[in-house]
């Protein structure tokens, strides 16, 4: 069994991974394509790790919120256009989801007045902003119950396979 860190200020990765009660020895064997010294360096932040590393780590770890981490805080591309999503119970993501659409449907026929003209002027800009983050609250509540979708197929709370044939079957 490897030494356990006693360092204060620890990344997502080295957290999970300790979370698990994985020694990076372990954690290596696991995930097969890391070896000791790379999940060190990545966990030490001497490195930044590749996005395969990350896509390992989050499959090996069963933690799916590893990617959408590291595309919201280590990617370039990811930090300007990615929010970071946080874990939540399905009951809170179902909340939020149904308080962010009971406000869009108030201001539904307002974005049809602001955007029927094709010109949003000075008098709409208000409204039209705040229907704009009142959509990206949605967005942001539908990418967190795919992050929950995802935690509970890796968990195996709900069959892969079944959920991958009824998903087929709608399209």
């Known amino acids: 069994m490897g030494k356990i860190s006693s360092k204060e ?26 070896t000791p010294e790379r999940i060190e360096r990545i966990e030490s932040e001497k490195i930044t790790p590749h996005p395969s590393d990350v896509l390992d780590m989050s499959r090996g770890y069963k933690a799916p919120h ?6 919201a805080n280590e990617c370039p591309i990811g930090q300007e256009y990615i929010p970071e999503v946080k874990v939540k119970d399905l009951s809170q993501i179902v909340l939020e989801m149904l308080a ?6 108030k201001k ?7 955007t029927a003209d094709g010109v949003i002027d000075s008098e709409e800009l208000n409204d039209f902003i705040y ?10 509540t539908v990418e967190t119950l795919q992050l929950w979708v995802e935690k509970m197929l890796a968990d195996g709370k709900i ?13």
């Not at 990765?13 to 372990?26: D, P």
């Not at 590893?66 to 595309?71: A, E, S, T, W």
């Open 131 to 140: 229907i704009q983050e009142e959509l990206e609250r949605i967005s942001i």
């Open 159 to 171: 069959d892969v396979e079944e959920f991958n044939r009824r998903k087929a079957e709608q399209k």
């Open 108 to 114: 539904k026929e307002r974005l049809i007045e602001i």
């Open 100 to 105: 962010s659409l009971n406000s869009m449907a």
């Open 9 to 34: 200020n620890k990344n997502v990765y080295q957290k999970k991974r300790e979370e698990l009660g994985l020694s990076r020895e372990a954690a290596s064997e696991l995930l097969e394509t890391l």
């Open 66 to 71: 590893l990617c959408n981490y590291y595309c």
